[in-house]
């Protein structure tokens, strides 16, 4: 088996019909479809066993409870056949041709192909290419070169570049298994991430595809169910753990780190949560939103520091005359 297309899901009934079908579609012999339900309770189990029924490449397994997306990920690698694993959203698209196109980059046996992807609406409208790294496509670098490895680092634009997205993803199974799930990652959605980075100093060829391999859907964050504010500490809170305990604090990779999360969380974000907070009377979250800012602009680069003077000057009534202009402003630049 070349390729298994790893799939955790919880209760997405409503789109994975739709993931599947662009999957099913590109289908070719040595590629599997792993499915592994945490205990949905809509009709996720429906929808897969018709599909399963109609292409026995699909392999659905249904847990009892919910494992949480760190042990439901891991999970579903471990039940794979595939020399590689893709782990892949199951609300997300894949793109039309793109199956083969990884097969055919597999052959060069590398460990991990990183892809792109482009950002939609809950309707899979498509907004816009999400910016994953500077790199021209088709760059390898080999990560256990410290000068590979910092080059890796430094063109990195979003932490997409630093694995977060699981659908851009695509490891060797060995590799994958030779590292172990940190239980003390667990929960932080980021138990992939601290895997595939301790993986470095035995080894780690990545490849830069550049092209986006499907479309994310977007509006549909699982992790939204405690608010917006809590959903900036995962990422936020979660990738500073994760620079320092991997890298150390001063490290070159942990710096980098730090400079995409500016680059993900420019102060309109932090003023737009702080809006919300304020619309929907949840004063307290602004303090924790404060601090989030704080720790995001804390490194004494040109940028951070501009960041921070702009999220501690700009009163909050002055946010919607200024999102209003950066928003025609942006689509004007997408025009030329």
């Avoid at 991997?246 to 974000?269: C, D, H, S, W």
Wanted: hydrophobic share 40%.
């Amino acid at each position: 088996m070349k390729l298994s297309i790893c799939m955790p899901t919880y209760n997405f009934g409503t789109f994975i019909g739709e993931t599947l079908e662009s999957i099913v579609s590109q289908l070719v012999p040595d590629v599997e479809i792993v499915i592994l339900d945490g205990g949905s309770t809509d009709d996720t189990e429906s929808v897969v066993n018709a599909y399963a029924k109609r292409y026995p490449a699909i392999r659905y397994v249904r847990q009892p409870q919910r494992g949480g997306i760190d042990r439901d990920m891991a999970r579903s690698v471990d039940l794979a056949h595939g020399e590689y694993c893709w782990l892949f959203s199951s609300d997300d698209i894949m793109r039309p041709g793109v199956l083969k196109r990884v097969l055919a980059e597999m052959d060069s046996g590398l460990d991990l192909y990183l892809g792109g992807l482009t950002l939609c609406d809950k309707e899979m409208r498509v907004l816009f290419e999400h910016p994953v790294h500077r790199a021209p496509p088709g760059s390898v670098f080999e990560l256990s070169d410290e000068a590979q490895r910092c080059r890796f680092f430094g063109l990195g634009l979003t932490t997409t570049a630093f694995f977060s997205f699981m659908g851009s993803i695509l490891i060797r199974r060995d590799r994958w298994m030779s590292g172990a799930l940190d239980e003390g990652f667990v929960g932080s959605c980021w138990a992939h991430v601290v895997r595939i980075l301790r993986l470095i100093p035995q080894g780690l060829t990545v490849k830069w595809l550049g092209d986006s391999l499907l479309l994310k859907r977007g509006e549909n964050d699982s992790f939204m169910d405690r608010g917006l504010v809590h959903r900036y500490s995962i990422a936020i809170d979660g990738y500073h753990r994760i620079a320092r305990e991997v890298f150390g604090e001063e490290g070159y990779e942990a710096k980098q780190i730090r400079r995409v999360i500016v680059n993900e969380y420019p102060p309109q974000l932090f003023f737009f949560a702080k809006v919300q907070c304020r619309r929907e009377s949840r004063e307290r979250e602004i303090e924790e939103l404060d601090r989030l800012a704080s720790m995001t602009y804390r490194d004494l680069t040109p940028k951070s520091l501009l960041f921070r003077l702009t999220y501690a000057m700009m009163p909050l009534w002055a946010y919607e005359p200024v999102r209003a202009v950066y928003r025609r402003f942006r689509g004007a630049g997408r025009t030329k």
